[in-house]
């Protein structure tokens, strides 16, 4: 079971109430069943507060029975999230859970009744994408922002589970790729110096399999050892180069100022013909560099704190993944954490490398707390505790 302590903005440091709360995880029909506020427009994954002399799995099967008429078998609890807020400690334990009957008869408190509690089935993505706005509130409604940050960690933690993965069809998920494309000296360095964002391809078998948020790497067609890291931020399909030069800006897919002005679709036949364009379409891809690329996370494997499969590793640095940003393996973009020996919790830095594993699907992000620009030396150090038992190298 995978465990994650969350410390909010307004947690003053000590603990005076500590409260156990248990949720259920349900999916039916290719949905999850969340709480939904109808008055407060608020979505919640359902359940509460453990009873005196109840187990934790019969707390959820209560809950969620009273919250939303809905009878379930817990199966298992796949994650502890702790908490702290105010002087709070509020430790809640999620389950995976079978769905039995929907009796159609709630069983509300008077608070529950006031904010016109309802149950809601929800497509997961929608539901992960909803959770997801946390931001919104941090600002606005310290409570909200940590009430749905809370719940979007938990969907997040679940995202990569076999309980999801097995069920990714029924629930019409998807999970981001890793491309690697061979580009030519000056194209590759005109990404590099960030005069270059759209990179034009034929939208062959290839090229339709790029999603938004996949990662690219460019590999210099002169030299195997000179690539570069890109996210894809935008995808322009047209039928052809034509189409494609008369909606694009042009200095953004590879022309400088002084070669606009000659610029034509037909520079594009030196590549791909006129036959090749009218059977497959065209493609602009928006491109954004992610060594210099500022982030925010969660550490989930803080400094001193061993493997959760092989406890006899023990991380030496902080290791966490960047919210909001998925990776091959259908969770979290993951990232090692320098700057400090310390155990975190969050972080904020920047990428400054990235370390391409040659044989997994995983690249794992180097950032930098302090602003600080490790050498390759210094980063491989750090992060072999655990990449010597990958094949790898380190891309900046």
């Not at 809950?63 to 105010?86: C, R």
């Not at 042009?250 to 070669?259: R, V």
């Not at 979290?332 to 830095?349: A, I, M």
Request: proline share 4%; hydrophobic share 35%; charged share 30%.
């Amino acid at each position: 079971m995978k465990k994650l302590q969350i410390i909010n903005d307004d947690y003053q440091g000590h603990i005076d109430i500590c409260r156990h709360a248990c949720r259920g995880i349900v999916i039916k029909d290719g949905k999850i069943l969340l709480g939904y506020e109808s008055n407060e427009d608020k979505y919640i994954i359902p359940g509460g507060g453990v009873e005196e002399g109840e187990t934790l799995a019969e707390c959820c099967a209560r809950e969620l029975k009273e919250e939303t008429g809905i009878i379930v078998k817990p199966i298992e609890e796949y994650l502890e999230i702790e908490e702290l807020f105010l002087n709070w400690q509020h430790i809640q334990h999620y389950f995976l859970c079978e769905f039995v009957e929907d009796t159609g008869k709630q069983s509300l408190t008077d608070a529950e009744i006031k904010n016109g509690d309802v149950p809601r089935w929800l497509r997961f993505e929608d539901a992960v994408g909803t959770f997801g706005r946390y931001e919104e509130f941090h600002n606005i409604n310290i409570a909200d922002y940590g009430l749905y940050r809370r719940e979007f960690l938990a969907l997040k933690a679940l995202r990569k589970s076999e309980y999801i993965v097995s069920r990714k069809d029924e629930l019409g998920l998807s999970f981001t790729k890793r491309h690697i494309m061979r580009l030519t000296p000056s194209p590759l360095n005109m990404i590099r110096e960030g005069t270059k964002t759209i990179e034009l391809r034929l939208l062959d078998e290839k090229r339709e399999s790029i999603s938004i948020g996949d990662t690219i790497m460019f590999v210099n067609t002169e030299d195997e050892n000179d690539s570069l890291f890109v996210m894809v931020d935008e995808l322009y399909k047209f039928d052809s180069f034509d189409e494609l030069y008369k909606n694009l800006p042009l200095n953004e897919c590879g022309y400088t100022e002084e070669d606009i002005a000659s610029a034509s679709p037909k520079d594009m036949e030196l590549y791909y013909s006129r036959e090749e364009q009218e059977q497959y379409g065209v493609v602009g891809i928006k491109v954004s560099l992610i060594i210099g690329k500022d982030v925010k996370g969660i550490i989930d494997r803080p400094a001193g704190s061993p493997h959760p499969r092989h406890p006899d590793m023990i991380y030496p640095i902080n290791y966490g993944f960047v919210e909001g940003i998925m990776a091959p393996d259908g969770d979290e973009q993951d990232v090692y954490v320098l700057g400090t020996d310390e155990p975190l919790s969050n972080f904020e830095g920047k990428v400054i490398a990235v370390y391409h594993r040659l044989n997994d699907v995983e690249d794992k992000w180097i950032v930098s707390l302090d602003g600080r620009n490790y050498t390759d030396e210094e980063i491989l150090k750090m992060i072999d505790f655990q990449e010597q038992y990958f094949k790898g190298r380190l891309l900046r």
